[in-house]
């Protein structure tokens, strides 16, 4: 029998390095550093596609995507998105609501939540209020604390649309 629902969770790091903006959650925020990462660094999509793929046992980005591939050098991590969302699809799951955390002190998300969770929205063809974006500090402790990177967390609900 097929589980009705299925639970998946992700994780995803990148430091900084030299640039002027980050792009988090197909949204490019305004800062005074750059993610380092074979493709766009966008930390919450990358955490989001683990989710998702970890709700159907479907492996993790890298496996889809690996950092060797050089057709991802600088890829746009909402055609990502895009593609590991068709593979839930492809097995009669649709997703119910994903809840995202997002960890840095710098850039200040709160103004941009919303655009964030609009984007993500937009890729996977669901409403807004089906995506939850939450920015939070580590109270300067750790590698986000000193400011070094940003890492995201994401947990997703699918169900089986049959």
Not at 18 to 47: M, Y
Not at 105 to 125: C, F, G, I, N, Y
């Amino acid at each position: 029998m097929v589980a009705q629902i299925r639970i998946g969770q992700g994780l995803d790091v990148h430091a900084f390095e030299a640039g002027d903006f980050v792009t988090l959650a197909g949204v490019q925020i305004p800062h005074t550093q750059g993610l380092k990462a074979h493709s766009d660094g966008d930390v919450v999509l990358h955490a989001l596609c683990d989710a998702l793929l970890g709700a159907l046992a479907l492996g993790d980005i890298g496996q889809h995507f690996p950092d060797t591939d050089p057709n991802y050098k600088g890829a746009d991590s909402r055609v990502l998105l895009k593609q590991v969302y068709q593979l839930i699809l492809d097995r009669g799951y649709k997703l119910n609501n994903a809840d995202i955390t997002v960890a840095c002190e710098r850039p200040k998300l709160a103004p941009h939540t919303l655009e964030m969770r609009q984007s993500v929205a937009d890729v996977l063809d669901v409403e807004v209020t089906q995506i939850s974006i939450k920015a939070t500090t580590t109270e300067k402790l750790g590698f986000t604390g000193r400011q070094e990177g940003i890492l995201a967390t994401a947990i997703v609900l699918i169900s089986h649309t049959k």
